[in-house]
């Protein structure tokens, strides 16, 4: 049987993980607002995974700096961005310098009579588990 709950051991690993990551984090949320000024959409992703590795291989655990990074997502920079297209712009950061080869998705849908949009990051060729995009049309890819 698959326990649900984290263990104790688990919730302080990401805890940890958090504290050490948390500069990293706030070093992407400020460039990504630097750049949202400078730069169109397709610019900013490249610029964005335009990045050099990280310096220590603690930091290279993609899952856990997903996790990071929407904890502190509403604290973050820039404000003028819904969570999912925020969460998306810094994972192409945070896990570029992985050195993974993160790919930005916007899609949408019609639901209730309103156009809705949604951003995700996939990872190809990664086997970390794809985003629920279900109803969600691709509109655009970077």
């Known amino acids: 049987m698959s326990q649900l709950r984290p263990t104790i051991r688990e919730q302080v690993a990401k805890a940890t993980f958090l504290v050490v990551a948390l500069p990293a984090v706030l070093r992407a ?8 000024r400078r730069c169109d959409l397709d610019q ?32 973050l920079p820039p404000q003028n ?20 080869e993160p790919r930005i998705h916007i899609g949408t849908m019609r639901a209730d009579g309103e156009l809705k949009f ?9 086997d ?8 969600y049309v691709e509109v655009w890819s970077h």
């Open 29 to 36: 949320a400020l460039r990504l607002s630097w750049l949202n």
């Open 44 to 75: 900013l992703a490249d610029r964005l995974r335009a990045v050099r590795p990280w310096i220590t291989s603690y930091l290279a655990n993609p899952h856990y700096l997903g996790g990071s990074a929407w904890r502190l997502l509403s604290l």
């Open 81 to 100: 961005f819904g969570p999912c297209l925020k969460h998306s712009l810094l994972l192409l950061d945070l896990w570029s310098r992985c050195g993974l």
């Open 118 to 126: 949604h951003a995700w990051v996939t990872l190809p060729g990664n």
């Open 128 to 135: 970390l588990p794809e985003p629920d995009v279900s109803g």
